[in-house]
């Protein structure tokens, strides 16, 4: 019995993970070295590429400094009053519950051409949705409660105490931020980080939408991928797709390694 | 420095902490906030520090009401009762935090590290973090680490409430010399009465939410000024009728007037063992506890039970002997006075025992 257990999670675990990444190498590399290094160097590849960078360098570094902001508020802020820190801390979790699709499609209802505060930023030349902006705020949207999930529990767990002490010190707002914070939330900001990289790398629904797939413009590796199993370039595809799940399982390594030394020290 | 507080109220949501608190504490004393938990004694101490704001009062440091300044800027450090250490810090620079925030130069910062390290016997664990250390060792960085930006006023929550017993002693009198010799204005909050006493120069027993009394611990424990201080400093049987006790009849006459009696207010023994009988009545011993150095004697007045030590030296008793008791003072109170009367055939030997 315990054998037969044992046999159906490898089997399980094959199916599901390495069948597929398997197949997807294969693909991948369907027309050879060669072929790899071709569809991943089309122009528009080089394209989306860049944009998902791009993409997931900003998601990255306005969730670092929004998520810490809204973690300390949510657990420092005093002068928010407990139920209205309480109706906040539910609403962070609100990207978790509804489909980034929906996300999207919020922020197009928003802010899109058609809306009135889309047509007054487009009249002074900043376009949001089918542009740059419109895809940050889309993956912002999605990952926003990664960062602050990690660093809230970090902050409970710590406590005001030293924080005071810093205060008696003679230390004010940023100082004690810096000095004493800081360095103990430091973990859960790498961690939220991490996540928040792999989820905007991968995110697709919210970005579909949002950005309108223009080749050249607003494609992203994803809607790429997507689009290149549309038109049946599936090696292609395949070699996109490659790229990034390896960069995805780097990061992932990258962040167990980091844990590993930390528990030496 | 000098500190004077004046009418501080502070509520927290619906609860009443401090209510209408005033007092003024002189310049080098070291004063002990003394109460029950959930008293009060440490939302008084936070507001000193400017951790909490009232919501009526003042607070005046130096003849200056410091209300609205922020902790940062009022001049004291405070010793939090789990010491609060950067745990990322060494020792070193958790006693330099405060220096390297005022951005003292690097030689001097070394100097009073040093010269705290010193003081407070941490020598040779500059270089540990606060983890490796004990919990003696960690009350003495808090320590060191409050007195190096040179405070005007020390603040301490019960400094020693996380510390083994043994280990607590040592650092009470340890605390109280390094004290006298820094000469700081030093307030400490503790629920043990025998911290308090020991240590501080001045009591203030608080109680929920208002201070009760404020004296030196001699004044407090030879004449409490309410019924919750005659109970709580020291031990104390609380007796229901006081003017059945032998020689309290005329003090305590008015109706309703209870008692408080310590056990080294009451003396128990034979006959042949007192020399003023007149001031004794008869007794019977309930119970009999070894209490190490001396014998615990519950003994039975009439319907009341009185609680007294007795030497090991003398006599021993046995439980069911019949003894003579000598009530010699009793704290006493009603609903509309309290005052300590004394057993009046002791000040009277004339009186014939009946």
């Not at chain 1, 037969?4 to 990444?21: G, H, R, S």
């Not at chain 2, 010399?177 to 009591?203: K, N, P, Y």
């Not at chain 2, 008869?282 to 039970?305: K, P, T």
Request: charged share 20%; with cysteine.
């Amino acid at each position: 019995m315990k054998k037969l257990w044992i046999v159906l999670t490898y089997l399980v675990f094959a199916v599901l993970l390495v069948a597929p990444l398997a197949k997807m190498t294969q693909s991948a590399f369907a027309n050879g070295w060669s072929g790899f290094v071709e569809a991943i160097s089309r122009p528009e590849a080089l394209h989306a590429l860049m944009m998902t960078g791009l993409v997931v360098v900003c998601v990255t570094l306005l969730n670092g400094i929004f998520g810490i902001m809204t973690a300390l508020y949510l657990v420092r802020g005093k002068w928010l009053g407990r139920r209205l820190r309480s109706v906040m801390n539910s609403i962070v979790d609100l990207p978790y519950a509804v489909s980034p699709v929906i996300g999207g499609l919020m922020i197009v209802l928003l802010v899109g051409p058609d809306t009135a505060l889309g047509s007054f930023f487009a009249g002074i030349g900043f376009n949001i949705v089918y542009a740059f902006p419109g895809m940050v705020i889309a993956t912002l949207f999605v990952t926003f409660p990664l960062m602050v999930r990690e660093i809230m529990p970090v902050l409970e767990e710590i406590g005001d105490d030293q924080e005071q002490a810093s205060a008696t010190l003679g230390a004010y707002g940023w100082t004690t931020f810096r000095r004493v914070t800081w360095p103990s939330i430091r973990w859960g900001v790498a961690y939220g980080a991490v996540l928040t990289i792999a989820r905007s790398m991968g995110e697709f629904g919210a970005v579909l939408v949002v950005s309108g797939n223009i080749i050249n413009r607003t494609q992203t590796a994803t809607t790429l991928v997507y689009q290149d199993v549309e038109n049946f370039n599936i090696a292609a595809a395949g070699g996109i797709a490659l790229l990034l799940a390896a960069f995805s399982a780097g990061l992932l390594l990258l962040m167990e390694w980091t844990k590993k030394r930390r528990e030496v020290h | 420095m000098h500190v004077e507080v004046r009418g501080l109220d502070k509520h927290f949501g619906s609860f009443h902490a401090v209510k209408d608190v005033s007092f003024g504490i002189q310049k080098g004393h070291l004063i002990g906030l003394l109460g029950p938990s959930g008293g009060g004694k440490t939302s008084i101490l936070r507001m000193l520090a400017g951790l909490e704001s009232p919501d009526k009062g003042e607070i005046i440091f130096h003849g200056k009401r410091v209300n609205e300044l922020p902790p940062q800027e009022r001049g004291i450090g405070f010793v939090f009762q789990n010491y609060a250490l950067f745990k990322h810090m060494t020792v070193f620079e958790n006693i330099a935090y405060g220096l390297k925030v005022q951005k003292a130069p690097k030689a001097q910062i070394r100097d009073r590290v040093m010269e705290l390290v010193e003081l407070t016997g941490l020598k040779g664990f500059e270089q540990r973090y606060p983890q490796q250390l004990s919990g003696g060792q960690r009350q003495r960085v808090a320590f060191a680490r409050a007195l190096a930006p040179e405070p005007q006023l020390l603040l301490l929550d019960e400094p020693f409430a996380a510390i083994d017993a043994k280990i607590r002693q040592e650092l009470r009198s340890w605390l109280r010399e390094l004290i006298e010799r820094v000469g700081i204005t030093s307030i400490f909050v503790t629920h043990d009465q025998d911290e308090a006493i020991e240590v501080a120069d001045e009591i203030m027993v608080i109680s929920q939410g208002r201070v009760e009394q404020k004296g030196t611990p001699w004044d407090i424990y030879k004449e409490p000024a309410t019924p919750f201080v005659a109970s709580f400093i020291g031990e104390s049987t609380q007796i229901e009728h006081a003017a059945k006790l032998h020689g309290f009849d005329q003090a305590a006459k008015a109706s309703g007037t209870r008692a408080l009696i310590r056990p080294e207010y009451v003396e128990v023994g034979r006959r042949n063992e007192f020399t003023l009988l007149s001031a004794t009545e008869e007794g019977v011993v309930r119970h009999l506890h070894f209490r190490g150095s001396q014998w615990l004697v519950e003994v039975e007045v009439g319907d009341q039970s009185l609680i007294t030590y007795r030497s090991l030296e003398k006599d021993a008793l046995q439980v069911g002997d019949s003894v003579r008791v000598l009530v010699h003072r009793a704290y006493l109170y009603n609903n509309e006075r309290s005052w300590i009367a004394e057993n009046r055939f002791k000040a009277d030997p004339m009186s014939v025992m009946i």
